[in-house]
């Protein structure tokens, strides 16, 4: 079966730095994608990988191993609008989005 | 003009009652998802319409019944619902391509309340 696993809360401070991890096992790969979803709003797009490595994004960075089905999002200089879920999902063979359930960060002053 | 509306941003409904969920894209995307979201489960994907015609139905009970009369509209018919079907409703689009898919954009969901 498809899964895509990451941690349901984190708790960080405002101004550190947080790693979200998420593992994945899907039948294909065309690439992983990051959300953020604030209560009561729409998910947004924050990153997508298809090959190996890291993107930057300002204060947000992404990764991917291929290789170990492994994916996490970093997010750096916490601020307090950064509390809000974290998506992760990939796309199959068939071009569907898999999604996790999220990991809700709470940012504590 | 947002890139993806949906409405009404709040319904609720008895168990016998029919009701139509409402959304509409801007992007001149020519893909077009239904996704059910409950509490602390992974966005369930019911339908997708890719070039106004319907490419997936995860098995999805007949008392949801989609449609998409063009590219920049989809509806969500509602009927005999059950109370386990009170869930936010999202609706999103995306442009695909021969190469394959690109990210979504998501409405502001329809919080659904079944009584």
């Known amino acids: 079966g498809q899964n895509i696993d990451q941690p349901t809360e984190m708790t960080a401070t405002e101004g550190a730095i947080v790693q979200i991890n998420c593992t994945y096992q899907t039948s294909g790969f065309n690439g992983l994608f990051w959300y953020q979803q604030h209560a009561g709003e729409a998910p947004t797009f924050l990153s997508y990988?298809?090959l190996d490595g890291l993107e930057e994004k300002g204060r947000f960075s992404s990764f991917l191993s291929r290789s170990k089905g492994y994916s996490y999002l970093l997010l750096k200089e916490l601020q307090m609008k950064d509390s809000a879920s974290y998506l992760c999902?990939?796309?199959?063979?068939?071009?569907?989005?898999?999604w996790g359930a999220g990991t809700k960060l709470i940012i504590k002053p | 003009e947002t890139g993806v509306t949906q409405t009404p941003r709040h319904l609720v409904m008895g168990m016998t009652n029919k009701k139509s969920l409402k959304c509409e894209q801007h992007?001149?995307?020519?893909?077009m998802y239904w996704y059910k979201q409950s509490a602390k489960k992974p966005l369930e994907l019911m339908f997708v319409?890719?070039?106004?015609?319907?490419?997936e139905n995860n098995s999805v009970p007949s008392r949801f019944s989609p449609e998409c009369p063009n590219s920049s509209h989809l509806f969500l018919h509602l009927h005999t619902l059950q109370p386990e079907d009170s869930a936010l409703y999202l609706c999103a689009s995306s442009q695909v391509s021969g190469t394959g898919g690109h990210e979504q954009y998501f409405g502001p969901g329809t919080r659904l309340t079944v009584t």
């Open positions: 999902a990939v796309m199959d063979s068939n071009y569907q989005l898999i």
């Open positions: 992007l001149g995307h020519n893909a």
């Open positions: 319409y890719s070039l106004e015609e319907r490419v």
């Open positions: 990988n298809v």
